[in-house]
T-cell receptor, first 115, second 111 residues
Framework: DAGITQSPRHKVTETGTPVTLRCHQT?????MYWYRQDPGHGLRLIHY???????DKGEVSDGYSVSRSKTEDFLLTLESATSSQTSVYFC??????????????FGEGSWLTVV | GESVGLHLPTLSVQEGDNSIINCAYS??????FIWYKQESGKGPQFIID?????DKRQGQRVTVLLNKTVKHLSLQIAATQPGDSAVYFC??????????FGSGTRLLVRP
């Protein structure tokens, strides 16, 4: 594993409640990502960060916000959880971009169920 | 719990045989490619990568082939073992922070 810890690993929450998932890395990598993985859709990028306080949207960012106050931590928040946000969430990190070798390393995932 | 799609293409091979998993990528400007392996209940794990200035790269029991003409990538696994059973994803990168992932292929190894 690439020094990535996600918490919580499993959570069941009710519709309308806020949820925050935490990603912590020990690799000092500049780039951090949040993906969700659903049957039939593969891995889809929610948000990513290219530095402290620098974040941008991915392809499925609606309903999600992120924050990165420290290099090692990247938080994903669902302000008001919906059943469509039931998914597996993966945090990922990388230290390079493009053809330099943008190898993204993944955490072990957080299983979120919204009931 | 199960973390990958239920309707993935599946490749079933006999233990000890070679496996070939294929992937078509979408962007002719992509210049870096990665193969990932994902076991049930775990995150994707890096296997091997290749840059667009190469056609072939070998690792331990794995080989990646890149055909830029037809935008095709393949992963060859030699002497497939039961521990190779997983879902395999290709990913492409086109000089940005992000990777674009394929939908994946499930590899089943028969004992």
């Amino acid at each position: 594993d690439a020094g990535i810890t996600q918490s919580p690993r499993h959570k069941v929450t009710e519709t309308g409640t806020p949820v925050t998932l935490r990603c912590h890395q020990t690799e000092n990598h500049r780039y951090m990502y949040w993906y969700r993985q659903d049957p039939g859709h593969g891995l889809r990028l929610i948000h990513y960060s290219y530095g402290v306080k620098d974040t941008d949207k991915g392809e499925v960012s609606d309903g999600y916000s992120v924050s990165r106050s420290k290099t090692e931590d990247f938080l994903l928040t669902l302000e008001s959880a919906t059943s469509s946000q039931t998914s597996v969430y993966f945090c990922a990190i990388s230290d390079k971009t493009g053809s330099s070798g943008n190898t993204i390393y993944f955490g072990e995932g957080s299983w979120l169920t919204v009931v | 719990g199960e973390s990958v799609g239920l309707h993935l293409p599946t490749l079933s091979v006999q233990e000890g045989d070679n496996s070939i998993i294929n992937c078509a990528y979408s962007n002719s400007a992509s210049d870096y490619f990665i193969w990932y392996k994902q076991e049930s209940g775990k995150g994707p794990q890096f296997i091997i990568d290749i840059r667009s200035n190469m056609d072939k790269r070998q690792g331990q029991r794995v080989t990646v082939l890149l055909n830029k003409t037809v935008k095709h990538l393949s992963l060859q696994i030699a002497a497939t073992q039961p521990g190779d059973s997983a879902v395999y994803f290709c990913a492409e990168n086109s000089s940005s922070y992000k990777l674009i992932f394929g939908s994946g292929t499930r590899l089943l190894v028969r004992p």
